[in-house]
């Protein structure tokens, strides 16, 4: 079992659009790398440089303008202090023409981020805006066969009624993926995720022939969302 100091309260996720060639290639350099910097500040626990996937969902094809960031933190103050200091954060956004910042607080999931649990859930269910988000690492063998079967899941997330943003991101194309996803409410996530039939019937096989070595789901409080121009 994890310590609770060492698990996040709070979480930000950013996503950096970079408008040209040479940004681009800097970026997936970078996101390539381990990350450096980020054991000096103070409260931050997690870190998770993500590319992102040309679909709303999980997708093979990469999205070569947009690299995501994922940090946890001990606590809000920690994050709102870091993200507007930190160089480590800033050597990020180099070269980016926009940042799309969410503040979050996760308050239910389960699962693991490569072997331990990565959040603290305050079970504090919000009123307001939710997102979720959904990763897991595929197993090899079954990779091909989930492929096949995801692809009408990704394409309903699209346009459905109270989805405010969505994007795929992972860190190794074909077996580790993810989704991330805001509501505007749990209402109409609960629609999409228990009463679309392409969902519940790519979750049944899921638990039926174990596609997974490992998984992650996670709801979180909004607290805020910020689109900044850079460039």
Not at 9 to 27: G, I, K, M, Q, V
Not at 116 to 145: C, D, H, M
Not at 220 to 226: A, M, P, T, Y
Request: glycine share 10%; proline share 4%.
């Amino acid at each position: 079992m994890v310590e609770s100091a060492l698990l996040s309260r709070f979480a930000t996720l950013s996503f950096f659009r970079y408008a040209d060639r040479r940004s681009r290639w800097e970026a997936f350099v970078r996101m390539g790398q381990p990350p450096q910097g980020g054991s000096a500040i103070e409260g931050l626990r997690l870190v998770k440089p993500l590319g992102t996937g040309g679909g709303a969902g999980f997708s093979l094809w990469p999205d070569w303008s947009t690299y995501a960031l994922l940090l946890g933190w001990a606590a809000e103050a920690d994050a709102r202090s870091a993200m507007e200091s930190s160089a480590f954060i800033e050597a990020y956004r180099s070269g980016a023409a926009e940042e799309r910042v969410f503040c979050l607080e996760p308050f239910l999931g389960h699962g693991c981020w490569d072997g331990s649990p990565v959040f603290e859930y305050s079970g504090r269910s919000p009123a307001g805006r939710v997102a979720v988000l959904t990763r897991a690492r595929i197993k090899n063998v079954w990779a091909p066969v989930f492929w096949t079967r995801v692809g009408s899941v990704s394409k309903r997330l699209q346009g459905m009624e109270g989805l405010h943003f969505a994007k795929g991101v992972g860190s190794l194309p074909a077996i580790e993926q993810a989704t991330f996803s805001v509501w505007e409410s749990q209402d109409p996530l609960k629609r999409f995720a228990y009463a679309g039939k392409a969902h519940s019937a790519v979750v049944r096989t899921t638990r039926k022939t174990g596609w997974y070595s490992e998984e992650l789901f996670a709801r979180f409080s909004v607290l805020s969302e910020e689109v900044r121009r850079l460039g």
